[in-house]
């Protein structure tokens, strides 16, 4: 036992990957693109933290319109082609990995392909050693609601009293409260 947690569990983009603002930039550009004016505000304001099944539905209420076959493709595209350039993992991530000893895991919004290249270009890939969730594979409803990180808390068997969740956003941050878990927001 290491203290009072069994378990980390990180959010991946703003915790682990400094990539809040590359992909709602992107989200930011496209819809704009699509006739939906939006400010990198706007976005971050809207859409930081969820999931695209739970972005689509606002974008579609905003359009007065369903949303346009081909978007969440394209927003994909852009993000990886930007993040070959742009991505870097958040300031002192490796020096607190490498610090800690509690068993850890990826519980993120994101898909896993996402979170696996930008492990990969981090060189934390081997050293990370935590599975990857997602509430894009994984459960139905995304944050705020609780689902990933008790998910997670079961696949780790671990209580949800003995894990603590580093997030960087509000429905993050409320899921891991709903959840019964520590939380510490980044």
């Known amino acids: 036992m290491n203290g009072p947690f069994d378990l980390i569990i990180f959010d991946y983009d703003g915790v682990i990957a400094d990539s809040e603002l590359l992909n709602n930039a992107v ?4 819809l704009t693109d699509i006739g939906l ?5 706007d976005a971050l304001a809207t859409y930081l933290g969820k999931r ?15 949303c346009p076959p081909g978007v969440r493709e ?14 870097g993992s958040v300031a002192g991530f490796e020096a607190f990995l490498s610090a800690r000893a509690e068993r850890r895991c990826v519980a993120s919004s994101s898909p896993p392909d996402w979170i696996e290249m930008g492990l990969r ?16 594979v994984h459960v139905s409803r995304g944050k705020p609601h ?5 998910f997670a808390a079961e696949a ?11 997030e960087d956003s509000p429905t993050g941050v409320i899921a891991g409260v709903a959840a019964g878990m520590t939380v510490v927001g980044l």
């Open 146 to 150: 609780p689902d990933l990180f008790l």
């Open 52 to 66: 695209w099944l739970d972005c689509e539905p606002i974008i579609s209420q905003r359009l007065g319109a369903p």
């Open 37 to 41: 004016p939006t400010t990198l505000d």
């Open 74 to 87: 394209e927003w994909t595209r852009r993000c990886h082609d930007r993040a070959g350039l742009e991505l």
């Open 27 to 30: 989200m930011a550009e496209l």
């Open 121 to 136: 270009r981090f060189g934390a890939h081997q050293t990370f050693g935590g599975p990857i969730f997602s509430a894009a």
């Open 156 to 166: 780790m068997q671990t209580a949800p009293s003995r894990a603590l969740v580093i």
